[in-house]
């Protein structure tokens, strides 16, 4: 059975204690206020990925000669790799510092071994280098934006019924601060357990830990490295 936008707006108003559960129900103009605070509240989680539950893979292709990727609705990247002949090879991330501020030659096209991810309007850019030398596939597991939602979507095609229920309590008290009630307790009680939920069980991150041997040939970048091997080590 559908569970849809125009009911959790409604149910939301009920939880307020704005409308009545008994007696009233929601007007056409406090349902499509009610619409447009939940869309809100789904742009907000650009803002706080720890509330967004899901993690997302995405595929595309690098091109020759080309460094920058625009990714739609990506906030956080966790994992990029690119491959090669069937075989998966990882990379290494660069925060801004070190990618754009330190040494390197800026025209080698190779390996896309270094990676670097910057938020922009609408998703992020993936910085790349080497630049690309040929098209390679490439995948990325990260967070991404929630959609929007329209006053009949059916809510439980792209969301869980747990996460439409913490939806609705969460309507529910922005609901209360927009039309100048006082939060009832126990929404907001619920409200902090869904909270403590999501953070703790539904997007929890690899922690887990890689050793790098101190015995390993740590090659710096170097003009023969570059002009002859473009990239390429043992």
């Not at 907001?188 to 040939?217: C, F, H, P, V």
Request: charged share 20%; aromatic share 16%; net charge negative.
């Amino acid at each position: 059975m559908a569970y849809t936008t125009r009911e959790l707006v409604t149910n939301a108003f009920y939880l307020a204690n704005i409308v009545s559960r008994d007696f009233e129900t929601p007007t056409g103009a406090q349902i499509t206020n009610g619409v447009s605070i939940v869309n809100d509240l789904l742009a907000d989680k650009t803002a706080n990925s720890s509330m967004i539950p899901y993690s997302t893979q995405y595929t595309t292709t690098a091109i020759a000669g080309t460094a920058e990727y625009f990714i739609p609705n990506l906030i956080y990247a966790e994992t990029f790799t690119f491959s090669k002949d069937n075989v998966r090879y990882q990379t290494t991330y660069q925060g801004r510092k070190k990618f754009f501020g330190s040494f390197r030659v800026t025209d080698v096209q190779s390996l896309p071994f270094n990676y670097h991810f910057e938020r922009k309007l609408g998703g992020s850019t993936l910085y790349l280098y080497f630049i690309p030398d040929e098209n390679y596939p490439l995948e990325i597991w990260g967070e991404f934006a929630l959609a929007s939602v329209t006053i009949d979507q059916d809510l439980e095609l792209t969301l869980d019924r747990f996460y439409i229920n913490y939806m609705k309590y969460e309507t529910a008290v922005r609901m209360c601060l927009e039309y100048g009630y006082m939060v009832p307790q126990a929404v907001q009680n619920q409200l902090d357990e869904y909270y403590r939920w999501i953070n703790a069980r539904t997007n929890t991150m690899d922690l887990s830990q890689g050793k790098l041997s101190t015995l390993q040939n740590q090659q710096g970048i170097n003009w023969a490295w570059v002009n002859l091997a473009r990239g390429w080590t043992a």
